[in-house]
């Protein structure tokens, strides 16, 4: 792992703000994966560190001589006081001068057990049991640092590169002086995002996939932007959740958050979830809100 010093920067020109990033998660969910796209990225990167010396490693890395930028750490479940350890440890980041970022690496337990068998290894918590009890010892004792997680990502059926691009859609904008808010569109029948915030319902508005001249079409488009923002209600909920959103982000920030993922679904994800969620997204731009808008299913 190589420092980040930058050689074409001025030495006298002020550093930027450092960056931390925890890197979490169940087994077998991407946690390495995640570290070396991050270092691919620029970001130093701590392998396998354990709770306790987490703090001293942050520490470290931002003394006013440090190369270290931005650092990103990861840590697992090694031993029964994992997860008191490292709320102590989020406690403490969170009290100085380093809030870090929690990244969060889920995915269901099935495509797990397929991770592991694949690989033929055992579950750090399978003892003398079954891989799932070992599952669901870590997603038990897991269960409060997801909670306080900033970004849950879900890998089940990802690639590497898959992750590679997640990690790079939610970092590239990071600049630690702002909450940023991903707006997110999708179809329900394409099973609702599993690592949101909040989750928000566009299907009690008209399907215009039910119009032969406009079914073709997509949310993007001026015939369904212009159907869609014309029904009764769509403004009144688009209204709605821009005041609600900005009443929560003073909150979130207060708290440390720095990401805030809303999604907004339809049936299929073409037409009224895209729709809403690309006025929305302008909406919140106008007021200076940092966001990123993006169509999970538009391509199905």
Not at 221 to 236: F, K, L, R, S
């Amino acid at each position: 792992m190589k420092p980040m010093s930058d050689p074409s920067r001025d030495p006298h020109e002020p550093q930027r703000k450092p960056s931390l990033i925890l890197i979490t998660g169940m087994s077998g969910a991407g946690r390495r994966a995640a570290a070396a796209a991050l270092e691919e990225m620029g970001w130093y990167v701590a392998d396998n560190l354990p709770p306790e010396l987490i703090v001293k490693m942050v520490e470290l890395s931002f003394e006013k001589e440090s190369p270290v930028e931005r650092l990103a750490i990861v840590t697992d479940v090694r031993s029964r006081a994992f997860a008191g350890s490292l709320n102590g440890v989020l406690d403490t980041l969170h009290q100085s001068a380093h809030r870090p970022i929690v990244l969060y690496l889920d995915a269901d337990d099935s495509e797990l057990i397929t991770r592991f068998d694949t690989v033929r290894r055992s579950h750090p918590l399978q003892e003398e049991g079954t891989l799932q009890e070992g599952l669901d010892r870590e997603r038990e004792m897991l269960s409060e640092i997801k909670a306080r997680a900033d970004i849950v990502l879900d890998t089940t059926g990802s690639s590497v590169h898959d992750l590679r691009r997640k990690l790079e859609s939610e970092f590239e904008m990071l600049d630690g002086s702002s909450i940023r808010v991903n707006l997110q569109s999708f179809g329900f029948k394409h099973g609702a995002p599993k690592d949101v915030d909040i989750l928000l319902d566009a299907r009690f508005l008209p399907n215009p996939y039910w119009i032969p001249e406009l079914r073709h079409y997509r949310g993007t488009d001026a015939p369904i932007a212009n159907y869609v923002m014309n029904q009764e209600g769509t403004i009144e909920f688009i209204n709605a959740v821009e005041t609600m959103i900005q009443a929560m982000l003073p909150g979130y920030r207060r708290e440390g958050k720095n990401f805030v993922s809303v999604a907004i679904g339809c049936t299929g994800g073409h037409h009224r979830s895209v729709a809403v969620v690309e006025n929305l997204g302008n909406r919140l731009r106008q007021d200076d809100v940092n966001v990123k808008v993006s169509h999970r299913d538009l391509a199905k």
